[in-house]
């Protein structure tokens, strides 16, 4: 028997094995290496969220604490018993952290869009349902099953 016994088949180690399913180890290493990266990019998206969510936590305790703020009051002699830059301090502050959050969710919607067109090249679409369940509608892997297989 040659080393191409049957179309598409060859002898390897003593078994034939079908071309499409045999991959050599360096082949496999090569096509393993983008999806690698693709995770860790979706991992890195999934935390830029998490952190956009307690960025926003933090300003609303933020607001919270600053509407709780009155006028200042005076006492009988006319000074005033509330410190005004400590206002202007938490206000600035909130400012603040509401522009780096504007800014992450620039950076966050960009990327989306890029995962968007990479998740479209997945050949298979429960493939592509998993990969938008998990880490674009942020389901927990139990969530995913459920919605899958009830």
């Known amino acids: 028997m040659d080393a191409r016994s049957k179309a598409g088949c060859?002898?390897?180690g003593g078994g034939i094995l079908h071309r499409r399913r045999t991959v050599r180890l360096r082949d496999r290493r090569a096509l393993e290496?983008?999806?690698?990266?693709?995770?860790e990019r979706?991992?890195?998206?999934?935390d830029l969220l998490d952190e956009i969510d307690m960025q926003r936590l933090r300003l609303d305790m933020m607001r919270g604490d600053m509407?709780?703020?009155r006028s200042p009051s005076y006492d009988s002699l006319g000074s005033a018993q509330a410190d005004p830059d400590g206002v202007h301090?938490?206000?600035?502050?909130?400012?603040s952290l509401e522009e780096r959050i504007e800014a992450d969710e620039l950076r966050a919607e960009s990327e989306h869009d890029e995962?968007?067109?990479?998740v479209r090249r997945v050949p298979h679409a429960m493939e592509r349902a998993v990969i938008r369940m998990r880490y674009?509608?942020?389901m927990s892997w139990d969530e995913v099953a459920f919605s899958l297989y009830g």
């Open 33 to 39: 290496a983008p999806a690698d990266g693709v995770k």
């Open 10 to 12: 060859f002898r390897y």
């Open 115 to 118: 995962l968007e067109r990479m």
């Open 67 to 69: 509407g709780g703020l």
């Open 89 to 95: 301090r938490k206000a600035a502050r909130a400012i």
């Open 136 to 138: 674009f509608d942020r």
């Open 42 to 46: 979706l991992r890195r998206y999934s």
